[in-house]
């Protein structure tokens, strides 16, 4: 059963730093572009950054300069490292991890509330 299990959410205030971490379960992990979504109530989820196997990273706009992401093979765990974080980065955060070549799948987890507020 595929897993991916997010930790590292909490309440913190404006300008603090929080890391999310998500660790996959089996080989989901090394054959997948690894990413991080946010979703406010109401609104869609959104893009927050992606990173290929290969270790390329994209941002959304938003996060760019503030949001790091990279992932560890040897752990199987994709991490968002959040700077300056202001308050409409707060949402529930979901870890994903997606292939579209071969083998295709697309998996969730279960998501992980941020919160910044003084």
């Known amino acids: 059963q595929v897993q991916l299990v997010e930790s590292g959410g909490g309440l913190v205030q404006p300008g603090g730093s929080l890391r999310l971490s998500c660790a996959a379960s089996?080989?989901?992990?090394?054959?997948?572009?690894m990413g991080w979504y946010r979703q406010v109530p109401g609104l869609q989820r959104e893009l927050v950054a992606v990173?290929?196997?290969?270790?390329?990273?994209t941002y959304a706009d938003s996060v760019k300069g503030r949001f790091t992401i990279s992932r560890d093979y040897a752990k199987n765990t994709v991490y968002l490292q959040m700077n300056s974080l202001k308050p409409e980065d707060t949402a529930v955060y979901y870890c994903n991890a997606r292939r579209i070549i071969g083998a295709q799948y697309d998996y969730w987890g279960q998501g992980t509330q941020v919160t910044v507020s003084s």
């Open positions: 990173i290929s196997r290969g270790g390329i990273a």
């Open positions: 089996g080989s989901i992990f090394s054959g997948a572009a």
